[in-house]
């Protein structure tokens, strides 16, 4: 069986498009599991009275992405689990393809598919990158064409829509809920590729993304801190220390720099930067426990992705845009 499992935060605008989605999928055996996170926007009314099929579990406080998905996964039966973003939609055979590339035998640990812009032509995310050296993760063929990008490896699998084996999911002991929102998807497929198995993308697994709804509820500020923190926590959990130094100096210096000609005033960014920073070292015995653990399932195998990362950069930059 697979578990869809959705978590929900006020996405009443688009959630009905990603559940009649799942819905009309052809695999089976598959449950629906959605959890809601204290909405306050009536999104739990509408999935109780229009998908009864579907289970809701609501929660009375804002669990995040990663206790939602937590509290999903320990109601679900299913032996592979998809997490899917609330304001993503599924093209039709995407859950096979999903189940397919796990069960493929072939060392899949989690497995991701090919996530669109709403509009379906342009690429959001085909797995993702990310670079040991600067500690910098982005989406791979981020603004390409559909037709125009390759199918290559992932270091990581994004979020939006991310399917992984209930043991594998039991092992690594599920999200860590240290990771409010943000970096909890690159900190998940580390740790499982640590236990040797790769992250990987299905390409018949397509789904369309309203990117980010839920951060038009937030301030552009609160945004920023968040991944910002979110950054650090992995950097200081998963890496090897040498790579923390460097990492951590990269981002309080040429990043922030580069940062403050993409996406707004150095001055505030630089705050909002070292408030993040004081977080984790607030949170710095919980981060020493979680890399104990990791130590027993295995070491990380540590990827430089500089040239790539520059590139990236310099059409950021020509675009004047921002998106890691």
């Excluded at 994004?158 to 900190?187: K, Q, S």
């Excluded at 979110?230 to 981002?251: D, E, G, M, R």
Aim: charged residues 20%; glycine residues 10%; positive net charge.
């Amino acid at each position: 069986m697979v578990s869809v499992i959705i978590v929900n935060w006020n996405g009443a605008q688009c959630l009905q498009s990603c559940v009649e989605s799942v819905l009309r999928q052809s695999y089976t055996p598959m449950e629906l599991i959605i959890v809601d996170n204290a909405s306050t926007d009536g999104s739990p009314q509408i999935v109780s009275e229009l998908y009864p099929q579907a289970r809701l579990i609501e929660s009375s406080a804002n669990l995040g992405f990663s206790g939602g998905c937590n509290l999903g996964a320990r109601a679900a039966s299913g032996e592979i689990l998809v997490m899917l973003n609330y304001d993503a939609v599924m093209s039709p055979g995407c859950v096979e393809a999903l189940a397919n590339r796990i069960q493929s035998g072939e060392g899949a640990g989690v497995a991701g598919g090919i996530v669109t812009y709403r509009d379906g032509k342009l690429v959001w995310n085909k797995g993702g990158r990310f670079d040991c050296f600067t500690g910098t993760n982005w989406h791979i063929d981020q603004g390409k064409r559909l037709d125009a990008t390759v199918q290559g490896d992932a270091d990581y699998v994004p979020g939006a829509m991310l399917a992984v084996r209930r043991e594998i999911f039991d092992l690594v002991g599920g999200f860590d809920e240290g990771l409010f929102l943000y970096g909890d998807d690159l900190d998940f497929s580390l740790t499982v590729s640590r236990m040797g198995l790769a992250p990987t993308i299905a390409p018949r697994a397509v789904a369309a993304h309203l990117v980010s709804f839920s951060r038009r509820t937030a301030s552009s500020r609160w945004v920023f801190y968040l991944k910002s923190r979110s950054q650090f926590y992995v950097i200081c959990k998963q890496l090897p220390t040498p790579l923390i130094l460097s990492a951590l100096f990269v981002q309080m210096t040429v990043r922030l720099l580069f940062e403050s000609m993409t996406i707004g005033p150095g001055k505030l960014l630089a705050a909002d930067k070292f408030r993040a920073l004081l977080w984790v070292l607030g949170n710095r015995r919980r981060i020493a426990a979680a890399r104990r653990r990791l130590g027993a399932m295995g070491s990380l195998r540590p990827r430089i992705r500089l040239r790539e990362l520059a590139r990236l950069a310099v059409d950021r930059v020509r675009m004047r845009g921002y998106y890691w």
